[in-house]
């Protein structure tokens, strides 16, 4: 696995666990379900509002 | 990757994505609405009224409030009994309508609640949400415009699929998640949209998906109704019941039959889910995935006895997964603000991609003029 690929498959990964978890039960299976696709979105806000502007 | 693969996919990424903008702008904005659709409803005073002076009522049994139904609506007949929750209140649904019609969609259906009987209205489709989910769902142009909705999510599909690859080669000597603010536009555009289309990848693939199965949902029941329910059908006697067997006993024949699940609807005989002489009785679990795991339990309508037992089949599985992949109806308020921001991001991918083909359109329309002059002034 190369650089390119590392942060989408950790990404596609925790997403996939993010919508799975939801569905098997409440409370702890809920926590893992938001951290899964809070991920993803943590990742591209972080990058929207920390574009680097021109060097 | 060969430059001439590459090419190709870059052409399949292009010709998708153009194909489905449009429909796929507006099912991400009436989307967006529709996963606060309880909220809205609520702000806009647009929610059923909750049902009043019945709390001291006992509890009525299937039968009483099936026969109430069918008081309400005289000559009519009962086609099936729903039992499910409306923000926590157990609640029962009767669909009644003309007799000798199989078909559901023909006639009315009464809402009562479930523990006093007291009549209540349900979201019917009149609401501002209501409207949107038209829009959403079929366009306004019923089943044919579903089919198309459905179709759009295959090729949004294909469309991911070829961003998926063209991802590598574009993003070989970058870092990840580089946006270039302050650089060319076009350049920034292309930041953008790799950003956000890699960041909702498995995301936006299953919600599409998913819309794309609840989209063909008629053919899908369509195909089961022609087999599965056909050949359980054949198997079974056909001559119509000369008596009915109360619902409430055929309940407990379900309930012994399949335990520990709860009791999803109950067709009677002569509809389309049933046979001329049996009651279609469907359980379901108790969990978020249990709920969408169907048991069937066919009981005799003459003598309340069990006849056959059967599970749905893998694809009518995977439709009834279908709806909470695509809602995002099943962990609460934090799951449905996320799914909000990765619609966002998804309509983040699909306009800088569309901006990206504009002006790049634009650039090779100037770069073939300028070319035509040349010529031009050459001759």
């Known amino acids: 696995m190369n650089g390119t690929w590392r942060w989408p498959l950790l990404l596609a990964l925790s997403s996939a666990l993010g919508l799975a978890a939801g569905i098997f039960g409440d409370g702890p299976w809920d926590w893992l379900c938001w951290a899964g696709l809070g991920l993803p979105v943590a990742v591209a806000i972080a990058k929207l509002v920390g574009g680097r502007g021109p060097a | 990757m060969k430059s001439k693969t590459l090419r190709g996919w870059y052409a399949v990424h292009r010709w998708t994505s153009l194909a489905c903008t449009a429909n796929l702008l507006l099912l991400c904005l009436s989307g967006l609405i529709l996963i606060f659709h309880h909220e809205i409803d609520h702000l806009l005073g647009q929610e059923p009224p909750p049902a009043r002076g019945a709390a001291d009522l006992p509890r009525p049994s ?35 309508g003309a007799p000798g019609v199989a078909s559901l969609r023909e006639g009315s259906s009464i809402f009562m ?6 009549p209540r209205a349900l ?77 909702v990848m498995v995301w936006a693939l299953v919600v599409g998906m998913t819309g794309s199965f609840l989209s063909f949902s008629p053919l899908i029941i369509g195909l089961w109704q022609k087999t599965e329910l056909s050949e359980l059908i054949r198997t079974l006697p056909a001559a119509p019941p000369t008596s009915m067997a109360p619902l409430d ?6 309930d012994q039959t399949v335990p520990g699940k709860d009791l999803a609807y109950i067709f009677y005989p002569g509809t389309e889910y049933a ?44 439709l009834l997964l279908s709806g909470p992949f695509h809602f995002g109806d099943y962990g609460g308020l934090p799951l449905k603000i996320l799914w909000a921001l990765l619609t966002l991001l998804t309509t983040g991918a699909t306009t800088t991609g569309l901006i990206i083909w504009a002006r790049r ?13 040349h010529l031009k002034e050459q001759s």
């Open chain 2, 113 to 118: 609640d479930a523990g006093n009987g007291a």
């Open chain 2, 123 to 199: 979201f019917t489709g009149d609401t501002f949400t209501g409207f949107i989910l038209k829009l959403h769902v079929n366009l306004f142009l019923g089943f044919p415009g579903q089919l198309f909705i459905g179709a759009v999510g295959l090729v949004f599909f294909l469309s991911m699929l070829s961003g998926i690859v063209l991802y590598g080669p574009f993003m070989r000597k970058l870092a990840f998640g580089l946006v270039r603010f302050g650089r060319q536009s076009r350049i920034v555009q292309a930041d953008l949209h790799n950003l956000t289309g890699i960041v």
């Open chain 2, 275 to 318: 046979t001329q002489r049996h009651y279609m009785v469907v359980l379901r679990g108790h969990s978020e995935i249990a709920k969408r795991v169907f048991n069937i339990v066919v009981v005799d309508a003459e003598t309340g006895q069990l006849a056959a037992q059967r599970s749905m089949p893998w694809y009518m599985q995977v």
């Open chain 2, 62 to 96: 299937l039968q009483q409030l099936a026969d109430a139904a069918l008081l309400a609506h005289p000559g009519s007949v009962p086609k099936s009994i729903t039992l499910f929750e409306d923000d926590g209140v157990p609640m029962v649904g009767v669909r009644v």
């Open chain 2, 361 to 373: 359109s634009k650039t090779a329309t100037r770069q073939i003029d300028a070319g035509n002059a």
């Open chain 2, 249 to 254: 006993e055929v309940r407990r024949v379900a």
